[in-house]
């Protein structure tokens, strides 16, 4: 999926150990098998180069991921939608970056949306009713480290680091969890947050330190579905899950909503988010830190390693719990 991976275990025994971190790299590159973009053979490259119309039968595995992320499009209105791929061609987000003109951005939005994938969830068949292009970007690596997990687990302690979405079972010995550092939204090197966690996934979307500006737009790599344009959030989100597919599918919606939409979004659904916002623009600003109650549940421990502001909470009159 473009990225790297980092495994680590626990074991008084080396080789069973090592039977586990196995399990855990034939899990991985399985789900990419199934769902990399990057292997033109994979059964989603298949799926984008399908005659329109004509059904494509979907192993298992990527249609439980279908059907989980169809499942979260309709509960985020729309915010995740994985048939942005003519919208990433458009705006150029693999390439640097480019302004569309307005027929061709026209012509990108008629080829997205999930209502132009067919699918059928019981018989796991799915046929594109348009050229639309699915773009596994927001949640391949979140159903990997499922599947990853779901080989893994004897009850001996792990971690996977898939490109930034972490997930984790049992604790290293001798302590309470993993420590994962939240970078600053402004320079991945400064760490802002540290929070422990003993099982579950974190994913983080943003940082707008690769954004580009392009004529007078910033581009950054999250796209809003419902407008076609780049999402307008600058800072990052991030969302613990006991599912790392979810996890990811939501640190990826939630970064479209923003905070302002997200928070109460998040509340009404009990998720824990995190959003970062810098104070001004550069490395060494001051962070504001907005939690949904359930992460301020989930890590009553954080630690701030950087000058920052804490609200929990959305408040509607704008008040908030600052510590
Ligand atoms: P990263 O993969 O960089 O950790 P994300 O999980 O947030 O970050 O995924 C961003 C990727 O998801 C983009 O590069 C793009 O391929 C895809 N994408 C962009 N916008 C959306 C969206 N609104 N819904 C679903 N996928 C998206
Ligand atoms: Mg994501």
């Not at 596994?136 to 979140?142: A, C, I, L, N, P």
């Not at 991945?188 to 500006?213: C, H, M, Y």
């Not at 824990?272 to 992460?295: K, M």
């Amino acid at each position: 999926m473009g990225t790297r991976a980092t495994l680590v275990t626990y074991d008084a025994r080396r080789a069973r150990a090592l039977a586990r971190l196995d399990r855990i790299l034939e899990a991985l590159d399985a789900a990419e098998r199934e769902l990399s973009t990057w292997r033109p053979e994979s059964v989603v490259s298949q799926l984008n180069r399908q005659p329109v119309g004509v059904p494509l039968a979907l192993p298992r595995w990527t249609c439980d991921a279908i059907r989980e992320v169809s499942r979260w499009h309709a509960e985020t209105r729309g915010a995740f939608d994985p048939t942005v791929g003519r919208l990433v061609a458009a705006w150029g987000i693999a390439a640097g970056g480019r302004l569309p003109a307005p027929a061709e951005l026209a012509e990108a939005r008629r080829l997205t949306g999930l209502g132009t994938l067919h699918f059928d969830a019981r018989t796991c068949e799915v046929a594109r009713a348009r050229d639309v292009e699915v773009d596994t970007g927001g949640f391949g690596k979140g159903a990997a480290l499922d599947r990853a997990a779901a080989a893994a687990s004897d009850g001996h302690p792990w971690l996977v680091d898939l490109g930034g979405q972490v997930m984790v079972s049992g604790t290293p010995p001798d302590a309470r969890g993993w420590q994962v550092l939240v970078a600053h939204p402004e320079a991945r090197d400064q760490p802002v947050l540290g929070l422990s966690i003993s099982r579950g996934s974190l994913a983080t979307s943003g940082g707008s330190e690769r954004d580009v500006q392009v004529g007078g737009v910033r581009v950054g790599h999250i796209l809003d579905p419902r407008t076609g344009r780049p999402a307008s959030f600058r800072g990052s989100v991030t969302v613990w899950h006991s599912s790392g597919l979810v996890a990811d599918i939501l640190s990826t919606a939630l970064f479209v909503m923003g905070p302002a939409e997200g928070l109460p979004w998040a509340e009404a659904h009990d998720i824990a988010v995190c959003y970062l916002t810098s104070e001004g623009h550069g490395p060494r600003t001051a962070v504001q830190v907005q939690a949904s109650p359930a992460f301020a549940r989930r890590f009553p421990d954080r630690r701030r390693l950087w000058p920052s502001v804490e609200r929990i909470g959305y408040f509607p009159e704008g008040r908030g719990i600052s510590r």
